[in-house]
Every structure is written in structure tokens, then in C-alpha cells.
């Protein structure tokens, strides 16, 4: 049986990478959609629906984790795995419970991705083999860690990446359809949760939690 994937990431290099390597050694595997942040594939999966997503954490407007849930509300079937630099146990735990079902290393061998496509679009699980120690220590008990991504909603964590992306509050606001006010009351909840004062202090905590690149 064939299967069709839908590659997501901002740099066209690491795109024609996965996309010539899939080519060229997996038969049994199509690359049918390409995008270059998590809107487009939005777009893609309303248009063309594939069985498996690959996405960079690391996106601009919407990230890869937030655009996990949007996918799977469009095509349930489908399978998603998150493609990242980032090896990082909040990270991976925030991915796996927002219903990835794999997690790449970019730093990882070629011949991971094909692997990885194949297990689970088989309804399996895969984790690139140096942070499948997280699951040895359990990483879905004790999620203190992501208490303050968890604590922000979705709009929240959104409007957080596009503030630390450097977007203005009418951009925003125009992006979702919304007044300045409501941008600026979700910043004021945002600041308010996560402790924060100062929009480069924001900018820090959206690089550490793998929103947007240095």
C-alpha cells in the first residue's frame, strides 16, 4: 500500500532532502504536499489529506505542536511526526501528548525518517533512538515541566509566538480576525502566566520551548 506524506518546514533545503531521500529509497512512500509553515499545511489538509505530516517544531506563525491538534481535527487518520533540533524531554512529552506519534532528530540518520514513516503509519509509535530514554523515564508522569505551557490556550500560545516573532498587536489582530484590545488582553494574560515582564523575556522563553529559532 502507498503511502502519501505531507512535508513541513521553513528551510526548502531540509524539504528536498527528506523529499529526495524518500524517492530514492522508499517505493512504497509518496511525498504529494509541501509546506513551508503550519498554515499551509493547515491548507493542505483540508485540500489534500495525507497519511502522514512531517513538521519542524520551529515554524513561523503557527509551530509545529500547535498545528498537531488542527491537523488531526481535520483528517483523524492521519499520522504526524515532529521533526526537530531540539532534544529536549518537555518538548518531546508536549509533542507526543498533542498526538504526535514520532519524534526526529534532525541530527539523526537519513534512513530514520523512512523508518519512522513506515511504523507509524502502521499505527505504531517512533521515537529517534537518543530520546527514547524519556520513555524509560516515564516522561508522561510528573509533567512539571510543562506547567506553563499548559497554563496558556491555545489562542494564547499562538498570539506568544507571534509577539516573540516580533508581529505588532493590529498584525495580529488582523491574522485572527480580532480586535487590538483582545491581542492585547491575551498579552497581558500571557505576561501575567507565564511571569514575565519584558517582550525579549517572552522572546527567551518562546526560543526555549523550541516556538521559534535563535
Same mark, same amino acid.
Request: with cysteine; net charge neutral; charged share 25%.
Given at each position: 500500500m502507498q503511502i502519501t506524506v505531507t512535508i513541513a518546514d521553513d528551510h526548502d533545503l531540509i524539504r528536498l532532502g527528506i523529499k529526495t531521500l524518500i524517492e530514492k529509497k522508499a517505493k512504497d512512500i509518496t511525498v504529494t504536499g509541501e509546506a513551508s509553515n503550519g498554515e499551509e499545511v493547515l491548507a493542505l489538509a483540508k485540500t489534500n489529506p495525507t497519511d502522514v505530516y512531517i513538521l519542524d517544531i520551529s515554524m513561523p506563525g503557527l509551530n509545529g505542536i500547535d498545528a498537531i491538534p488542527r491537523i488531526l481535527r481535520i483528517s483523524p487518520l492521519s499520522r504526524i511526526i515532529i521533526l526537530s533540533m531540539h532534544d529536549n524531554r518537555a518538548l518531546? +512529552? #508536549? !509533542?507526543m501528548l498533542s498526538g504526535a506519534r514520532g519524534y526526529l532528530l534532525k541530527t539523526g540518520l537519513p534512513d530514520e525518517i523512512i523508518k519512522a514513516i513506515r /511504523?507509524? =503509519?502502521s499505527d505504531k509509535f517512533y521515537l529517534s533512538p537518543s530520546i527514547t530514554k524519556y520513555i524509560v523515564e516515564g516522561f508522561l508522569k510528573g509533567r512539571a515541566e510543562c506547567r506553563d505551557w499548559e497554563g496558556l490556550s491555545q489562542r494564547e500560545r499562538e498570539t506568544a509566538q507571534l509577539i516573540a516573532e516580533g508581529f505588532s498587536s493590529k498584525e495580529i489582530a488582523a491574522r485572527f480576525k480580532i480586535t487590538v484590545n483582545t491581542v492585547n488582553w491575551h498579552r497581558k494574560n500571557i505576561m501575567e502566566k507565564l511571569g514575565l515582564? #519584558?517582550? =525579549? +523575556?517572552? /522572546?527567551?522563553? !518562546?526560543? =526555549? +520551548?523550541?516556538l521559534i529559532d535563535h
Amino acid at each position: 500500500m502507498q503511502i502519501t506524506v505531507t512535508i513541513a518546514d521553513d528551510h526548502d533545503l531540509i524539504r528536498l532532502g527528506i523529499k529526495t531521500l524518500i524517492e530514492k529509497k522508499a517505493k512504497d512512500i509518496t511525498v504529494t504536499g509541501e509546506a513551508s509553515n503550519g498554515e499551509e499545511v493547515l491548507a493542505l489538509a483540508k485540500t489534500n489529506p495525507t497519511d502522514v505530516y512531517i513538521l519542524d517544531i520551529s515554524m513561523p506563525g503557527l509551530n509545529g505542536i500547535d498545528a498537531i491538534p488542527r491537523i488531526l481535527r481535520i483528517s483523524p487518520l492521519s499520522r504526524i511526526i515532529i521533526l526537530s533540533m531540539h532534544d529536549n524531554r518537555a518538548l518531546v +512529552e #508536549k !509533542a507526543m501528548l498533542s498526538g504526535a506519534r514520532g519524534y526526529l532528530l534532525k541530527t539523526g540518520l537519513p534512513d530514520e525518517i523512512i523508518k519512522a514513516i513506515r /511504523t507509524v =503509519s502502521s499505527d505504531k509509535f517512533y521515537l529517534s533512538p537518543s530520546i527514547t530514554k524519556y520513555i524509560v523515564e516515564g516522561f508522561l508522569k510528573g509533567r512539571a515541566e510543562c506547567r506553563d505551557w499548559e497554563g496558556l490556550s491555545q489562542r494564547e500560545r499562538e498570539t506568544a509566538q507571534l509577539i516573540a516573532e516580533g508581529f505588532s498587536s493590529k498584525e495580529i489582530a488582523a491574522r485572527f480576525k480580532i480586535t487590538v484590545n483582545t491581542v492585547n488582553w491575551h498579552r497581558k494574560n500571557i505576561m501575567e502566566k507565564l511571569g514575565l515582564h #519584558k517582550q =525579549s +523575556e517572552l /522572546t527567551r522563553w !518562546a526560543i =526555549s +520551548e523550541g516556538l521559534i529559532d535563535h
